[in-house]
């Protein structure tokens, strides 16, 4: 196996026994990325030159015996996180030219644990999209089929995984943008809860849905980046003080015991039958564990599409409208006036689904309507929450389907939003009730195509969804297959 | 038809915090443009607002200071619109929840007190400032005061004609000031008023359609453009017409309120609570907490100065202008325990000289205790009140103690009954056609004798003294 192939833990294992040192591991990587970048196109920006240096200063600290679990690991951002220095763009051309002077709570949390940043990865224009086809910078291809999407937003964080072009990468979730493309890419994705992992430096969409978590190759890696991450930030009001256990420590825990739910609103018509097999399988494994799988009910689950589209798009019409041409980024000289400016710059700088997002929101906030669209999604999003309360009463998790379909073809949905939307029908709840989810590889469809299951736990439950999802991983009877590019 | 005018008035006040209210620039006025900015008052993607406590602290203040209810939790909410000097493209404010309501303000008028009511006390960020080059089709937007700290103080429509809102409006300053929450400074826009206006036939309780004043920069503003807005609307409606509702800028020079052009008006603001703040939770121990350090308010201070001092309520008024010259007339009337005398020399001597030194209390020469040390050597008969006025600007220039001024240069009085009668004796025999006229019934020159014998006394004499032995010498003789 070549070194860009492994996990975290197996290279940290490597480089404390000096088997290997981080500027081998990078150049690895980068002899990688630029042998199947071309055609998969993960990344908008390298970060080759600042990798190595960083590459050079964590062989340093591992030997003087300084290093920690993520020292001299090369990972990559999706292009929504702040890095200093090196320009965020959020996939949109309005940000082509961002250069932020500062650094993302995560990405220093990171840096500090000595991470070695390769590069910032593509995504759907301000995280809008499920197939990562919507980004100024063109599209990324599935590794393990480059005529298919990898999912989305983050799809170039899950594609740079599933390609090895990177040992870890972390992604933005708000209605499923990192459990999505963790399922069509056949990798470990994790959303923590609301909270969990402060916001400071992502970029806004949905400020009250958005949430940053790792892309993985295993449940362990998962657990080590999420304890390098979590934590309260004096910078982000929203996030919690809570105590954060060892995530590691829940790797390879027994589940024993375990009630599970599977709420039947999940297991609808239309939902691939590949895809449902294999979570029905799952769902054995998860019994063969020593679990008990139960049939439960989330009620207003048919709720949760709307709500979202009322939501999410209401707090990205406000949080883009600093976008405006006045201060930074791109603006239109073909403007005669200020508000000839701002239309402009604005209508060539967004994307058409950025765009036809924004129109959603000012609409649904317009006086005479809030109270029929915002406030009333507000109320039953409420409502969705209640469901979850009541079902983690007696259940320790919840396994579900990640996705309704496997990966699909380039453009195959791009002229159709609704079924766009609708690839988001598992994922949304978690981001509307605020709490954890995860998406593990469960099996392959005929095609070749990674299929994902989801478990979610209740708030700050992410130590249980680790037990989990490393219980199946590790004992669930399943083939074990690599993107082949 | 007799019409009466129903006026509202929405005061925006700049909070004297050091730092703003989502990040840590400080709010210090007048610094070289954009220097007090960082990334969060400029909203930069991906940048988070943190609430700095201290702007609650001082709301909580106001609040208390005018009798509101504070609601226990209450919440942000984004007011979006697009202008250049606001970076993120909303403003974060109060909406839904505000922090405070149901309050109210006593305003002292023509002798009675009027109640009126305060609607809503609510916090939000300022933004920045645009400035516009006449000469170049170009603007230039200063970014130092978006995000320095308001709170929109909002009236019941309670207010009955110009001079109610004056009165309110000075009211309210005073609070804030006093307070020590907001310096109050309407030239650099820390206390801005803006007005809505109606007229209605008296007796009707339905309201007319309003007007809203803009552009007021100062007490006489407001004064002037209420008054000026009461005509007009009222010639308007004698005249059968119809009152448009629209905003209208103040023009102090040419005395006219103008309509604002149509570009501002129906603003559709899409509000909606900010998921990026939580809720504002506010404790009985916080509330408490606030409560212990607000001070005596100007209106009870000038109640209990006209009881306890009994002084006019003039002197009052004057003398609890500021926090800080009260506390100089308290000490002072504590240390010569005359109340009145204490008043007339800090409200003459006292303020006439800071204001010729355009001086504030704080930086006067003479300290509260001097001056009593001087009031009390004017009661014991040490040095004559002419005098005194001597030994005062002699401490202005120098800050000396008074006695030894007094001493240094001889103005001790004449109380010894001797040296004052070869003083009356001298000027006597040297005035005899004076003397002879007075004798004859021109009681009139007794003043002349008087003074020609300050005259060689030095104005040392003790004036009863003299009167007494003039009076006595002049009807023996
Ligand atoms: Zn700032």
Known sequence: MELNQLTIHELQKKLKNSETTSVEITEAVFKRIEAVDDKIHSFVTLMKDEAFEEAREADKEIQRGNGGPLTGIPIALKDIMCTKGTRTTCGSHILENFIPPYDSTVVKRLRDAGAVFIGKTNMDEFAMGSSTETSYFGVTKNPWDLEKIPGGSSGGSAAAVAADQCIASLGSDTGGSIRQPAALCGIVGMKPTYGRVSRFGLVAFASSLDQIGPFTKDVEDCAIMLNAIAGYDPNDSTSVHADIPDYTEYVSKSIEGWTVGIPKEYFIEGIDPEVLSAVEAAIKEVEHMGAQCKEISLPHSEYCVAIYYVIAPSEASSNLARYDGVRYGFRSDAGRDLMDMYKMSRSAGFGDEVKRRIMIGTHALSSGYYDAYYKKASQVRTLLRKDFDEAFRTCDAILTPSTPTPAFNIGEKMDDPLQMYLCDVFTISCNLAGIPGISVPCGYTEAGLPIGVQFLTGHFEEGKLIQIASAYEKNATLERRRATI | ?477
Not at chain 2, 61 to 83: G, P, Q, S, V
Not at chain 2, 87 to 112: C, L, R, S, W
Not at chain 2, 262 to 290: M, T
């Open chain 2, 1 to 477: 038809m007799e019409y009466e005018p129903v006026i509202g008035l929405e005061v925006h006040a700049q909070l004297l915090t050091k730092t703003k209210i989502f990040c840590g620039c400080s709010t210090q006025f007048g610094a070289a443009p954009n220097s007090h900015t960082c990334p969060i008052c400029i909203g930069m993607p991906g940048i988070l607002p943190v609430l700095n406590k201290k702007v609650v602290d001082y709301t909580i203040k106001m609040a208390l200071a005018t009798h509101c209810n504070i609601n226990r939790e209450n919440t942000w909410a984004r007011k979006n619109y697009f202008y250049p000097d606001l970076p993120k493209g909303y403003q974060i404010t109060q909406f839904a929840e505000p922090i405070a309501e149901h309050g109210y303000v006593d305003v002292e008028m023509n002798g009675g007190k009027k109640r009126i009511g305060i609607t809503r006390i609510h916090m939000e960020e300022d933004a920045g400032k645009s400035i516009h080059d006449e000469h170049q089709p170009a603007s230039y937007v200063d970014l130092n005061r978006a995000g320095v700290p308001l709170i929109e103080i909002v009236s019941e429509p309670d207010i009955r004609s110009a001079e109610e809102g004056v009165g309110y409006l000075r009211r309210l300053h005073e609070i804030l000031v006093y307070l020590g929450i907001c310096d109050g400074n309407m030239e650099e826009g820390s206390f801005r008023c803006d007005a809505n206006i109606s007229l209605r036939p008296k007796g009707e309780e339905k309201f007319g359609i309003r007007a809203e004043l803009k552009n007021m920069n100062s007490f006489r503003h407001v004064q002037r453009a209420l008054e000026y807005e009461i005509k007009r609307q009222q010639y308007i409606l004698e005249s059968g017409g119809e009152v448009i509702q629209e905003t209208r800028l103040w023009d102090d020079s040419q005395g006219v309120t103008h309509p604002m052009r149509g570009k501002e008006e129906a603003h559709d603001y899409r509000y909606f609570p900010d998921p990026d703040l939580v809720s504002i939770v506010v404790s009985d121990e916080w509330i408490e907490e606030i409560k212990k350090t607000i001070p005596e308010l100007p209106l009870e201070k000038r109640e209990r100065f006209v009881n306890t001092y009994d002084i006019p309520p003039y002197d009052a008024v004057v003398l609890t202008t500021s926090r800080e010259l009260a506390d100089f007339y308290e000490e002072t009337v504590k240390n010569c325990r005359k109340p009145k005398i204490a008043s007339n020399w800090v409200m003459g001597d006292v303020l006439g000289h800071l204001k010729e030194d355009k001086k504030d209390i704080e930086g006067s020469p003479v300290s509260a205790v001097s001056l009593a040390k001087m009031i009390n050597l004017i009661e014991d008969g040490t040095i004559s009140g002419k005098i005194a006025k001597e030994v005062f600007e002699e401490m202005w220039k120098t800050g000396k103690e008074p006695k030894k001024i007094v001493e240094e240069r001889g103005l001790i009085q004449i109380t010894d009954t001797g040296s004052l009668e070869n003083a009356i004796d001298n000027v006597l025999k040297t005035n005899p056609a004076q003397v002879e006229e007075y004798k004859q019934g021109k009681e009139k020159l007794f003043g002349f004798f008087v003074g020609q014998v300050m005259k060689i006394t030095r104005g040392k004499a003790n004036p009863k003294l003299v009167n007494e032995l003039l009076k006595k010498k002049l009807s023996a003789s």
